[in-house]
């Protein structure tokens, strides 16, 4: 798959300082890469997901969308939008309230495949986003209808139907596919 940039290489500076617009850009090897556009099964399970993590994260940290983290790919640095990001009030505490990157890496992040993106390519991307200090990576296939939770580098569960998705790293959170796929009304 052809990913499109904005073509010119770019500092962590330069990319962070482009303006907001209708695209959302990923910052990978010195370039503003563009983000698939989202379709309807991407944002209903964006929004179910975040609507059920929120709830459950509530006091205990914060849980967004689409919002830029900095890390360090490969020992350059690296920014990706991930779907859905929790990150706890131990990482970034309460008070933090700046309209910035998450400069921190998060507990959980969240991605959603879309119908020309392959899991392979998430697998790649979790590697990555564990080696930059992420802790759990779940990647959603809405073709599927099941989530794969990537616990680290080597160890990954693939849940479906009503299988009960339970992390001590999350105490008191359990979802099910079924329920996620529920919530964003596509069952």
């Not at 599927?144 to 998705?165: C, E, G």
């Amino acid at each position: 798959m052809v990913k499109a940039t904005t073509g010119n290489k770019l500092t962590l500076e330069e990319f962070l300082a482009l303006p907001e617009g209708d695209i959302n850009y990923e910052f990978v090897d010195g370039f503003a890469v563009a983000k698939v556009s989202p379709k309807f099964f991407h944002s209903a399970l964006q929004r179910a997901l975040l609507f059920l993590i929120y709830a459950w994260s509530k006091g205990k940290g914060r849980t967004v969308a689409e919002w830029a983290i900095l890390l360090k790919r490969q020992g350059k640095d690296w920014a990706p939008v991930p779907d859905l990001t929790y990150i706890s009030y131990e990482r970034l505490p309460k008070s933090w309230q700046r309209n910035e990157a998450c400069p921190v890496p998060p507990e959980l992040v969240i991605e959603i495949i879309s119908p020309d993106q392959m899991m392979k390519e998430f697998e790649e991307k979790a590697k990555d986003y564990f080696e930059a200090g992420v802790s759990r990576v779940w990647v959603v296939d809405p073709e599927a209808m099941s989530m794969r939770v990537f616990l680290s580098v080597d160890k990954r569960q693939v849940y479906t139907d009503d299988m009960p998705i339970i992390d001590e790293l999350f105490p008191g959170l359990e979802l099910t596919v079924r329920q996620i796929f529920s919530e964003a009304e596509l069952i």
